[in-house]
């Protein structure tokens, strides 16, 4: 794998209008990665709701007094509240210059009203990002998934094995596949998520906001393909 470069290390910010930059792709993708990258690359926050409800429970807001007794069931949190938390959340100073999403919008409502959201934060157009991948590849990557029972370090059985087989390098703790990474379960993740995001990739497509990015190769080329449309973002709608 190419080393990352030390352009891609420097930070700058986001060329033209302050926006929301959002990664779609199914699980597998790596879009947890690319945030994580861009968001130092661009001095961008990156968001997730997870974050949002945690921190409206901390601070004992009426939207987390909502929440709360949802997410203690296990209950879905309504869009109404997790939109007023997004829009709460993107009205903080560290947004002034845009912010990262992956994970969120997860559905076709989702989607537009938080381009309703971000018009009336003064925000433009959001670029979304969308990082395909070969559903062989996905395979390969989700199944290969090993994690250490003690310390949670990541494996792949076939693109970053261990040096013995079935045993973490760091602490020498046996090494484990989730259930959730088992293949049927697998199948029906993925079946699940084009259901419900094929969507949104087909609305932000028809209004000229989806950045396509070839997401078959390893992170650090994903990276720079996903730098140079966002170092040309003024172009953007
Ligand atoms: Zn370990």
Redesign the pocket.
């Known amino acids: 794998m190419a080393a990352v470069s030390a352009d891609q290390n420097r930070a700058g910010s986001l060329p033209g209008p302050r926006r929301a930059v959002i990664l779609l792709g199914p699980p597998g993708s790596g879009k947890g990665t690319q945030a994580q990258r861009i968001a130092q690359r661009y001095q961008l926050p990156h968001l997730s709701t997870g974050d949002m409800f945690r921190d409206n429970i901390r601070r004992d807001t009426e939207l987390g007094r909502k929440a709360m007794p949802l997410m203690e069931r296990g209950d879905l949190v309504p869009d109404e509240i997790v939109l007023r938390m997004v829009e709460d959340r993107i009205a903080h100073p560290d947004c002034n210059n845009g912010f990262i999403f992956d994970g969120f919008p997860r559905t076709l409502a989702q989607a537009e009203n938080l381009e309703r959201i971000c018009r009336r934060q003064k925000f433009g157009f959001s670029v979304v990002l969308y990082l395909a991948v070969r559903p062989d590849l996905l395979m390969r990557r989700l199944t290969g998934r090993r994690?250490?029972?003690?310390?949670?370090?990541i494996y792949n059985i076939y693109d970053r094995p261990p040096k013995r087989e079935g045993i973490?390098?760091?602490?020498?703790?046996e090494?484990i596949q989730r259930p959730d990474d088992a293949e049927a379960v697998i199948r029906e993740r993925l079946v699940a998520y084009e259901a419900q995001t094929r969507p949104l990739v087909e609305y932000y497509r028809a209004r000229g906001l989806l950045a396509a990015v070839d997401g078959n190769d390893g992170a650090d080329p994903i990276t720079a393909s996903i730098m140079k449309i966002l170092d040309g973002a003024e172009t953007l709608k």
């Open positions: 994690i250490c029972k003690l310390g949670g370090h973490c390098d760091e602490d020498g703790s090494l």
